[in-house]
C-alpha cells in the first residue's frame, strides 16, 4: 500500500485545516487508518484512528474535541478534519495503514504502511 498525504500548510491560531491522505496500490477497506505527527527534537505521536469502518476512532487527548478522524473506503482516502488550531500543533502529519488484525491503534510499530508526511505550521 502506497500512502500519499497532502492538505498541510501555514494557518493562524484558531483556524482550521482539513489533512487528505490517498492510498493506492491496493484496497484499505480492511485497514484500521491513523494520523500522527512528529515535531523536531520529538517521537512521533499519535493523533487519531479509525477502524476499518469508521465505526469506532480514536483520540490523542491533544486532539479530542479539535479533530475529527473519517475515510471514505470507495475513495480509498483518509482525512483529518482539524479545528482550533495552535502553534503546538505544528508538526509534520503522516499517515499510516495497518492490516488486520491490529493489535494496538496508538502506537507506530503496529502499521505497516506510511505516507511521506506534510506540513503543517500554526502560527500564532
Known amino acids: 500500500v502506497q500512502l500519499q498525504a497532502s492538505g498541510g500548510g501555514l494557518v493562524q491560531a484558531g483556524g482550521s485545516l482539513r489533512l487528505s491522505c490517498a492510498a493506492s496500490?491496493?484496497?484499505?477497506?480492511?485497514?484500521?487508518l491513523g494520523w500522527f505527527r512528529q515535531s523536531p527534537g520529538k517521537e512521533r505521536e499519535f493523533v487519531a484512528a479509525?477502524?476499518?469502518?469508521?465505526?469506532?476512532?480514536y483520540y490523542a487527548d491533544s486532539a479530542k474535541g479539535r479533530f475529527t478522524i473519517s475515510r471514505d473506503n470507495g475513495k480509498n482516502t483518509v482525512y483529518l478534519q482539524m479545528n482550533s488550531l495552535k502553534p503546538e500543533d505544528t508538526a509534520v502529519y503522516y499517515c499510516?495503514?495497518?492490516?488486520?488484525?491490529?493489535?494496538?491503534?496508538?502506537?507506530?510499530?503496529?502499521?505497516?504502511?506510511w505516507g511521506q508526511g506534510t506540513q503543517l505550521t500554526v502560527s500564532s
Open positions: 496500490g491496493r484496497t484499505v477497506s480492511s485497514y484500521a
Open positions: 499510516a495503514a495497518a492490516r488486520p488484525p491490529i493489535s494496538s491503534y496508538y502506537y507506530p510499530p503496529f502499521y505497516d504502511s
Open positions: 479509525s477502524t476499518w469502518d469508521g465505526g469506532k476512532t
